[in-house]
């Protein structure tokens, strides 16, 4: 069965920093996609970014950018220029090519400091 | 365009009472999903369905919870009896049928059984 972790039960940065945050993964399969979903005190969970494992490139989305290391089986969220909206907590989560299910991690609690 | 429309956002109701909960996906999305969040377990995916037909629900807890889509708009998760450690935050989510295409996340509803 996949599994997620996410080690860092809560991170802190101050604004304008970057910070990145840890996410690994467990699978047999080659074919899979990752994502990273915030969740801010609202509770609406948002898709940040999303990597299709085929793909050596890292997505990037504005000021976010993933470090995926498919053979070390990590994927990495990196935060550029902090700002406060981006407290939240973040969650990475897995889906198998051949399912449509999350697999979700138990989450990183981010905190930014003006 | 509307999101993933969930009723009621919150509710509080007496042990041993029944409980539903709606969930209205995007319009034109084929898959639907039903997640439980906890602070002990995280977020548990409980059943998924794809074209109204409910493919995997081996994560709903027990005999208690049922969920139905009796239509491409429309899914209700029924608790009957409730208990307190149903005590949570339900989130319906909805997805194209393309390959792991990102799921839409309501905005959640916290449920409170005393």
């Known amino acids: 069965a996949q599994t997620v972790t996410q080690s860092q039960p809560e991170m802190s940065v101050q604004e304008a920093e970057t910070v990145t945050l840890s996410c690994t993964y467990d699978?047999?399969?080659?074919?899979?996609?990752l994502f990273w979903y915030k969740q801010p005190p609202s509770r609406q969970m948002i898709l940040v970014i999303r990597?299709?494992?085929?793909?050596?490139q890292n997505a990037t989305e504005n000021r976010f950018s993933v470090n995926f290391q498919k053979a070390a089986k990590s994927f990495s969220l990196k935060i550029s220029d902090s700002q406060l909206g981006d407290a939240a907590m973040y969650f990475c989560?897995?889906?198998?090519?051949?399912?449509?299910?999350?697999?979700f991690g138990t989450g990183t609690r981010l905190q930014v400091f003006p | 365009d509307a999101g993933v429309i969930q009723s009621p956002r919150h509710e509080v109701t007496e042990m041993g009472q029944e409980v539903t909960l709606r969930c209205k996906p995007i319009?034109?999305?084929?898959?639907l999903f039903w997640y439980r969040q906890t602070m002990m377990r995280g977020l548990e995916l409980l059943i998924y369905?794809?074209?109204?037909?409910?493919?995997?629900d081996s994560g709903m807890p027990e005999d208690r919870f049922s969920a139905k889509m009796p239509n491409a708009s429309f899914s209700t998760l029924k608790i009957q009896p409730s208990e307190p450690r149903d005590s949570a935050v339900y989130f319906c989510?909805?997805?194209?049928?393309?390959?792991?295409?990102?799921?839409?996340f309501g905005d959640g509803t916290r449920l409170s059984i005393l």
């Open positions: 989560a897995y889906s198998s090519y051949n399912t449509d299910k999350l697999i």
């Open positions: 989510a909805s997805s194209l049928r393309e390959a792991n295409q990102p799921q839409h």
């Open positions: 699978t047999s399969e080659s074919d899979y996609y």
């Open positions: 990597q299709e494992a085929y793909k050596q």
């Open positions: 319009s034109g999305h084929d898959y």
């Open positions: 369905f794809n074209n109204n037909v409910p493919i995997d």
